[in-house]
């Protein structure tokens, strides 16, 4: 245990240089402290929830707010009483004071607990909160309290065990529960002045006495008064609660609501003065709105728009997964659904989304953008690697051919075979996979998990024919014999820059697919320089280390394209990416690469990787084309009737991108056979703003990574969580929840009752609730 000095050198160390002192150790992994204090305030307040949790023991006398903002995962014992505000604003922390309190404990306390061996001073539990989110705050006090006590309370549990108290008639002090709202209070002796127009006295129910026998013995451990037990849980009658009045409650006693302009000036401006506290600094505009509307007068009318938003992380994925609804799957406990979901979108969730993709749905996730903090979609995708292949829809008699077995023919022949038609996929290699076969490391790509995407695929039946090289006449056949053919042949030919010397230059494709054919290119002791530096030059730069190189050196014209973890091994490993270099020329036998420069770099070997171009030569001249990639619609159509293109055969992209337009073709082929229109991919993303990132900042304790944590993660953005904070909140009791007819639910406006607010839009942490302008509203 760490010890900390209030008084050093017989000087006293101020509060904020004692509080850096704390700070400072916790970042540096110090989690258990030992503070001699010397009325030194605000300690233990502000410790930030590490993976670790923080304890600290406090002996000397302390200053004011101990534990002020205290967070979830600090523990403090105090050996003696405290100033004032103990817990002020207490966020999580749990606080023991082995003696008395002093006025406003708790005061303004939202979550945490606090234990106190004595009593507690004035104002003490006084504009507590309540958050659904989280769990109640608890206050406990072993003997009695001061005055005002729970004064404008809103939230949290309190309990006065009233042992040995210093006023047996009042152990809860003058005026408790002034202006209390919410929350409860527990206390075991007598009251009196407390307020009647606010709360009532009435028994523990069953639910009373079970969380409090529950909950006490720990409390009376914390404080070492084990043996009072039997005594406070002997007898169910010798406690009582306190609990607000609702408003039907106060309506029926004759405390009937003000009028607002009665209010303002019979409550509000008697006791502030005319205009408010600033009101004589003021210039303003005060007459009283007249009344406040309902129904078809009402400027804005909210709607529960669930699932009308796509999440980020589904908009920015090219393959559209909707990990909000398989979080929400997972939430539910359905696993095996959440699991199963993905491959409605992706036959190769395991291997792209958990081993290759840079996973730009993570880049976009709410959690990360807002909290630093994303779900791990890519666990996530890992995980269906053992789901077997969705059952297919009946058959049809379609027939549709598939060329090129990579990752955007895998996708089509897949969604298009789930949809029943009969499928043919035809590859020039021996293997199916593409260049995720062929020219991924298997240090990135385990080959077991590849195989066994490829083999769940095989499974739904689609028949594949390898070794299959495409010309015009076997292409002419295809499209004859077929209802649709879908091109997805890649682009598989090397791209090179005619600079002297560029002969001896070899295409990094050509180095990756020798390498994953068992036929690597020896680099023992050879320095390697690669030209081009994005993800597949990265990829390059690492093979060349693992086939023997001494030195690899990526150039490039501008910032290297590469990023993520591609970029973070090639370095890791010990290459270098220098730019902007513009390459001259290349002399294999000085060993030199040379650049318009005038620098020039040792080369032994030299590589080239600036992308491919796809091998067209077998189409017909009626099949457009640009710049060498095939022209298409937004849906994949050619210039071709029947004739589809996605893929690098169209333009080039991430291997989630061929996956995305796999999975748009087949809808549009399926579409056309139909002769219907073509779905377009969404394209309306929520806004983050919509979003309230405050319900998700006690999810950010690290915990073990699992698909539960995980999915309790996710911030569920436009999608329902049905967390019933908006029902909670609305003051009207506008909104209801109802279950639909498909055993689902919705949540209800009642027209008749809501006034047009715009709580539940400003409360709702998922963004679902939208204010719309009357004039919309009426369209």
């Not at 307020?195 to 069953?206: A, G, Q």
């Not at 090397?494 to 002969?503: M, S």
Request: proline share 5%; charged share 25%.
């Amino acid at each position: 245990m760490h010890e900390i000095y209030g008084i050093v050198d017989g000087k006293r160390v101020s509060s904020k240089d004692l509080e850096e002192q704390i700070q400072k150790l916790v970042r540096n992994g110090e989690h258990q402290l030992k503070i001699f204090a010397d009325g030194q305030q605000g300690i233990g307040g502000r410790i930030w929830p590490s993976k670790e949790k923080t304890s600290i023991v406090v002996e000397g006398p302390v200053g004011q707010r101990l534990a002020g903002m205290g967070m979830m995962g600090t523990e403090i014992v105090v050996h003696g009483s405290c100033s004032d505000d103990v817990g002020w604003l207490n966020c999580g922390a749990r606080v023991t004071v082995l003696g008395d309190v002093a006025n406003g404990a708790h005061n303004a306390g939202a979550q945490g607990i606090l234990y106190v061996q004595g009593s507690g001073g004035a104002r003490c539990d006084t504009m507590t909160k309540f958050n659904p989110r989280f769990d109640p705050l608890q206050s406990w006090y072993f003997r009695d309290v001061g005055d005002s006590f729970a004064e404008f309370k809103a939230g949290g549990i309190a309990v006065v065990c009233g042992v040995e108290p210093r006023n047996p008639d009042n152990i809860l002090g003058y005026r408790p529960c002034v202006g209390m709202v919410g929350g409860t209070i527990y206390f075991r002796g007598k009251t009196t002045g407390y307020s009647t127009r606010d709360v009532r006295i009435t028994d523990l129910d069953d639910a009373d006495w079970q969380w409090l026998q529950t909950n006490i013995k720990p409390y009376l451990t914390a404080i070492d008064q084990l043996s009072y037990l039997e005594e406070l849980t002997a007898k169910r009658e010798d406690w009582q609660k306190i609990i607000a009045l609702s408003p039907m409650e106060r309506d029926n006693m004759g405390t009937k609501r003000l009028p607002m302009d009665q209010f303002r000036l019979q409550t509000w401006e008697e006791e502030v003065g005319e205009g408010g506290i600033v009101g004589d600094l003021l210039d303003v505009e005060r007459s009283i709105i007249p009344y406040i509307v309902t129904g078809e007068d009402r400027r804005y009318y909210p709607s529960w728009d669930n699932g009308r938003y796509l999440a980020p992380c589904c908009y920015s994925c090219p393959t559209e997964i909707p990990t909000h609804i398989r979080t929400h799957l997972i939430r539910e406990g359905k696993h095996q659904e959440a699991l199963e979901l993905v491959l409605q979108y992706s036959p190769l969730p395991a291997t792209v989304c958990g081993q290759v993709c840079p996973n730009p749905c993570m880049d976009a996730c709410s959690r990360g953008i807002l909290l630093r903090e994303p779900v791990d979609i890519a666990f996530l995708g890992s995980l269906s690697r053992e789901i077997p292949a969705p059952e297919k829809a009946p058959a049809r008699q379609e027939k549709v051919a598939v060329i090129g077995g990579g990752p955007g023919g895998i996708a089509a022949a897949w969604h298009l075979a789930l949809a029943g038609i009969q499928v043919s996929l035809y590859e020039r290699e021996s293997e199916l996979g593409g260049k995720i076969y062929q020219c991924i490391p298997e240090d990135r790509l385990p080959r077991d998990i590849l195989q066994q995407e490829l083999d769940r695929f095989r499974s739904l039946g689609v028949e594949v024919y390898t070794d299959f090289t495409i010309d015009r006449g076997k292409y002419d056949q295809l499209h004859r014999e077929y209802d649709a053919v879908v091109l997805a042949t890649g682009a598989h030919a090397p791209r090179v820059i005619p600079f002297p010397g560029y002969e001896d230059v070899v295409p990094g494709i050509v180095f990756l697919k020798g390498i994953n054919a068992r036929n690597p290119m020896n680099l023992e002791g050879k320095k390697v320089v690669v030209i081009g530096a994005g993800n597949v030059g990265m990829d390059i730069a690492c093979e060349a280390y693992n086939q023997g190189a001494s030195s690899v050196i990526a150039v490039d014209i501008q910032a290297p394209a590469s990023f993520g973890k591609e970029q973070k091994m090639a370095q890791a490993l010990g290459t270098q990416i220098l730019y902007p270099k513009f390459t001259d020329r290349y002399d294999k036998k000085e060993g030199k690469l040379h650049f318009k420069d005038g620098s020039h770099l040792e080369a032994d070997v030299v590589f080239i990787s600036i992308g491919e171009s796809p091998e067209l030569e077998y189409l017909p001249e009626t099949v457009e084309l640009f710049r060498g990639y095939v022209q298409t619609d937004e849906y994949g159509r050619t210039s071709e009737e029947k004739l589809y293109a996605i893929g690098d055969v169209h333009k080039p992209g991430l291997i989630t991108n061929a996956l995305g337009a796999g999975l748009q073709v087949s809808r549009t082929i399926l579409a056309d056979l139909e002769g219907r229109e073509a779905p377009k991919r969404r394209d309306d993303m929520i806004d983050y703003s919509r979003l309230r990132q405050e319900y998700y900042e006690r999810d950010r304790m690290p915990q073990p990574q699992d698909v539960d944590t995980e999915a309790l993660k996710c911030m569920s953005c436009g999608l329902c969580r049905d967390c019933g904070i908006c029902e909670q909140s609305c003051y009207w009791g506008a909104i209801s929840r109802q279950e639909t007819e498909d055993g689902d639910y919705e949540y209800v406006v009642n027209d008749e009752l809501c006034i047009g607010c715009g709580f539940c839009a400003a409360v709702c942490p998922c963004g679902i609730w939208q204010m719309n302008p009357a004039e919309e509203h009426n369209l």
